[in-house]
């Protein structure tokens, strides 16, 4: 059925309705053209309507967009109700009338739509594309036609942007053979017409006086942004190719250009250029490193950036330098391309560069020992460190201004330390790679700058932000110093003085060195400070906490507590010399919480809680008691702040852990949470249930007896196990630790439920939840007489799932074997009942089959071998002999002679071993190196 042009019409009118009291009728509209989507011809028709500019701009826009959301869905042959061969032929010849649309909105909607076509049809149904594209904005050139040719750059540009991101295949190798013919003429138009609109009175540009210079530059930008993402993307070496060669030397010579202009007369233009050269250079570095080392020009475009990082260096500490948001990130990408090259020389491996041939190494050679030999000098070295360290590295008055008046969100963005975004952070670790490759140069120089300004007097406040930036470097530079400083001499003999004697006379910027100390302290505690010095860490630390100091504000004390978590949290830590300090540490930190405003200042705070009751162990007891009070409170104040409630949990598992067989005393306060929150009606399920299983998992394992408060948990423990998630093998874990814990109630009451629930599960266990389900059923044999759980097994089917996979080929024989184990712990509790109900079993086959117990005992003897421990083949040797002397029938007696061999050589190999045939609850021990998960 063909759609006719005049009703298409129409139901666009009414799709394209803004009126509210036409809600129906709109509606109506869409649903319409949901119905025409299979039919031949609809998506030509929807391309012809928003051809036509008579029409409303509405009205083509509905157009537009159905057309492009029709290209995902149905373009592909594999689509269902893929648009037919034909019709696309049509809409592909109509592409070229589509460049003439003059609204900027649906001619950038018509350049996806057309992109989204190249993604499926090239290069096998549309090979020319981009001779079809050159070819047209070509004409459009030669026409002198600025308006066409703006449009189908527009469209060249999201074509290349969506071919782009394929990195293998046809769509790849087709993109690489046209590139250099795309590269060669958009390259030319982009320093054409960039020279155009540069060489023109810059106010004209900045208030578009003129059309035509507006055009230029919008070509040019369009052309810049083709050729960059060709360059990085469409080469394999990209500065093997001319074109590309001159491409990339032309936009380094434009680079200074732009910014010699912007300087005198900023404008967005100017921005938009200089942010996506950029962009280049970094993505360029990035996919092609060695190409960009190779390329004419690179070593001064490192320099141009280093020039701008010291015109701007004093710009850098005005007031107002936040406003210029377009400086920080110029800044930014010269550090980054930076310290790409440091990579590049010295990370053997952190750089992506490919070797194709012998050829292709030695030219990464070659670009390497060119980067150190003609850009990285001694000269270059020294001179980017004395910028960093002196400009970038050093407190501005903002970054004061901020401490002041939002200290937690000061602190929060130092911890966050979005180093890729933020210039002072990015100099830090630019800073820090200066350092650890050029030891040998750069070491003298800032640990001399330590030693002076370390015996320094002078309290001004251009003296202190001295002494914080050199101590900056000091404390970020610790990797590269630790073997020509005794951080526990300086610990002694200048930091501990500097927090542990201050006076009340010092000035109030005093306390940018303490908390700088603090940081020093969290930078080196792991790379250099001997056990003994530990105590008068904790001085320090205890020190900065105290808020009854002056100098000790908001900032000071959440920076000591990050210090302190560095100082616990590592592997050298010894909790006898902290045991002094943790009652101090811990008051302090309690207190501070209610303090603070921000749910991540919050957060920070009990994640250093948490990390102190986890290294304090039983040593947390006498203040377990105060951090459970603490809490509560705190949970409410979180809200819907789910990260908090996490963290809440995580520390609660900690003190849970840590108390031990004291935790009973507080499980009123927080059990019934769990339940709650393990309940998948709650809210709080999606965002806290790993959390609350490992903390109800913690609370279950150092139980010593079932509490009410546990056991009212078991109903939600059974119906989380019925769903069968992600979070099964957990889940497993707990009931396990139920009915080691409480076998006799959790017979009664839930025997029947837990079996039908296991033996879903049967036949689709790893091996590790194949361990603990097994283990569970083991735990009700020992533990309580047969006639407490047979029916069940039988009744619910795992004991007859269990059978199936012992006779399943496809069972993995670790599994296999703790299905036996289950037989075999039955039949040293009532061999009678196991052949009850092999009988059983093989009724209720169909057909019916007398050979169950036959091929039981077959496989039982078989899987011997594969049973390692040897609690197990001793424990089945028991089973066996059991049969062998209590079992009288015709099956047993075929099997005898294999049964009794099988039995002597496991009691003769086991013979003189003590082999404990308790119970073993330990999961680690029964899985014997089996780590998998569910």
């Not at 009703?7 to 509606?27: G, H, N, P, W």
């Not at 050829?359 to 060119?370: H, L, P, V």
């Not at 900032?555 to 590592?570: H, R």
């Not at 069972?811 to 009942?833: G, P």
Request: glycine share 4%; aromatic share 10%.
């Amino acid at each position: 059925m063909a759609i006719d042009p005049n009703d298409l019409l129409r139901v666009l009118q009414a799709a394209a309705l803004q009126d509210l009291t036409r809600e129906a009728e709109r509606k109506a509209a869409e649903t319409q053209l949901k119905e025409w989507e299979p039919f031949a011809g609809f998506y030509s028709l929807l391309q012809d309507a928003f051809l036509d500019d008579s029409l409303e701009t509405d009205v083509r826009w509905i157009s537009i967009i159905y057309f492009k959301n029709g290209i995902d869905k149905h373009w592909r042959r594999s689509a269902p109700n893929p648009i037919s061969k034909e019709e696309k032929l049509e809409i592909r010849a109509k592409i070229s009338r589509t460049f003439g649309i003059l609204n900027p909105q649906l001619a950038t909607q018509n350049a996806l739509a057309i992109a989204r076509i190249s993604k499926f049809d090239f290069p096998v149904d549309w090979p020319t594309i981009f001779p079809d594209l050159l070819g047209l904005a070509n004409e459009a050139r030669e026409q002198e036609d600025l308006v066409r040719l703006k449009q189908i750059l527009v469209v060249l540009n999201q074509v290349v942007k969506m071919l782009s991101i394929s990195r293998f295949g046809k769509a790849r190798m087709a993109l690489q053979h046209d590139t250099p013919a795309v590269v060669q003429m958009v390259g030319q138009w982009y320093f054409y017409f960039t020279q155009q609109w540069m060489n023109a009175d810059a106010s004209a540009i900045q208030n578009d006086h003129t059309q035509q210079l507006a055009l230029c530059a919008d070509i040019g930008y369009l052309s810049l942004k083709i050729c960059r993402r060709l360059v990085v993307e469409g080469y394999e070496f990209a500065n093997r190719h001319q074109e590309a060669s001159e491409f990339f030397q032309a936009t380094t010579l434009h680079l200074n250009a732009f910014i010699e202009k912007y300087v005198v007369s900023p404008s967005e233009t100017l921005e938009q250029h200089i942010k996506t050269l950029g962009k280049f250079y970094y993505d360029l570095t990035e996919r092609q490193p060695t190409a960009f080392i190779m390329f004419a020009g690179c070593h001064d475009l490192i320099r141009s950036y280093l020039t701008i990082l010291q015109n701007q260096a004093a710009a850098f500490h005005q007031t107002n330098f936040d406003q210029f948001e377009f400086w920080e990130k110029v800044l930014v990408r010269g550090l980054l391309l930076l310290r790409k090259c440091i990579k590049m020389i010295y990370g053997e491996g952190t750089v992506t560069i490919k070797y194709r041939t012998p050829e292709d190494r030695q030219e990464t050679k070659t670009a390497i020992q060119k980067l150190k030999d003609e850009l990285c000098t001694d000269m270059f070295v020294v001179g980017v460190h004395d910028i960093l360290l002196w400009s970038y590295l050093r407190l501005r008055p903002t970054d004061l201004e901020k401490w002041a008046t939002d200290p937690e969100e000061f602190v929060h963005d130092e911890i966050l330390n979005s180093w890729e975004y933020q210039l002072r952070p990015c100099a830090e670790k630019v800073y820090v790679d200066l350092l650890v490759n050029w030891k040998d140069l750069l070491r003298p120089r800032i640990i001399e700058a330590f030693n002076n300004v370390s015996m320094l007097t002078d309290m001004s406040d251009d003296a202190l932000l001295t002494k914080d930036t050199i101590y900056c470097g000091f404390s970020i530079g610790c990797n590269a110093l630790f073997e020509d400083i005794s951080f526990d001499e300086v610990l002694t003999n200048i930091f501990a003085v500097q927090v542990l004697t201050v006076g009340a006379d010092a000035p109030p910027m005093y306390r940018i060195i303490i908390r700088r100390i603090a940081l020093i302290i969290s930078n080196w505690i792991t790379v250099s400070c001997a056990a003994d010095k530990r105590p008068l860490v904790y001085e320090i630390l205890a020190r900065e906490l105290d808020p009854s100091l002056p100098l000790n504000d908001t900032v000071v004390q959440l920076t000591a507590t990050s210090a302190l978590k560095c100082a616990v949290d590592e592997w050298d830590f010894k909790l006898d010399l902290f045991v002094p300090y943790l009652e101090l540490f811990l008051v302090r930190l309690i207190d501070m919480i209610p303090k603070v405003e921000m749910i991540e200042t919050k957060l920070a705070l009990l994640q250093v809680i948490s990390v102190i009751m986890e290294v304090s162990e039983s040593r947390i007891l006498p203040f377990a008691e105060k951090i459970m009070q603490l809490l509560p409170r705190l949970w409410e104040q979180a809200g819907g702040e789910h990260i908090l409630k996490g963290a809440i949990l995580q520390s609660l598992t900690n003190l849970i852990r840590a108390t031990e067989k004291e935790s009973y005393k507080f499980h009123s306060l927080y059990v019934p949470l769990i339940g709650e929150i393990v309940d998948p009606k709650s809210d709080m399920h999606v965002y806290l249930l790993e959390d609350a299983l490992e903390l109800w998992q913690a609370t279950i394992g150092n139980a010593q007896t079932a509490t009410p408060e546990l056991l009212n948990l078991v109903p939600i423990l059974i119906e989380a196990l019925d769903q069968s998630t992600e979070t099964l093998r957990v889940e497993l874990t707990i009931l396990e630790a139920y009915v080691i814990l409480a076998p006799q109630f959790m017979a009664e009451k839930y025997s029947k439920l837990l079996f039908s629930i296991i033996a879903s599960f049967i036949g689709n266990l790893k091996i590790e939840a194949c361990h603990i389900v097994t283990h569970i059923i083991e735990v009700f044999i020992q533990t309580l007489p047969i006639d407490a759980y047979m029916i069940s097994l039988v009744d619910t089917g795992l004991l007859s799932r269990m059978t199936d996979a012992v006779f399943d080929s496809y069972e993995s024989s670790i599994n296999v074997t703790r299905y036996l184990t289950i037989f075999a712990r039955l039949t040293l509790c009532d061999v009678k009942a196991v052949v009850w109900f092999c009988e059983v079993y093989g009724a209720s086959r169909v057909p019916p089959q007398a050979t169950c117990l036959s091929a039981l005992l077959d496989t039982w003897v078989e899987k011997i071998e594969n049973m390692g421990h040897p609690r197990m083949r001793k424990l089945t040797a028991m089973a066996l002999d059991m049969i062998l002397n209590n079992v009288q029938n015709e099956i047993v007696f075929a099997h005898r002679p294999k049964l009794t061999k099988a039995r002597d050589d496991i009691m003769a190999e086991l013979e003189g071993d003590e082999v404990d045939l308790n119970i073993d609850t330990s999961l680690q021990n029964l899985m014997s190196g089996y780590g998998y998960s569910v």
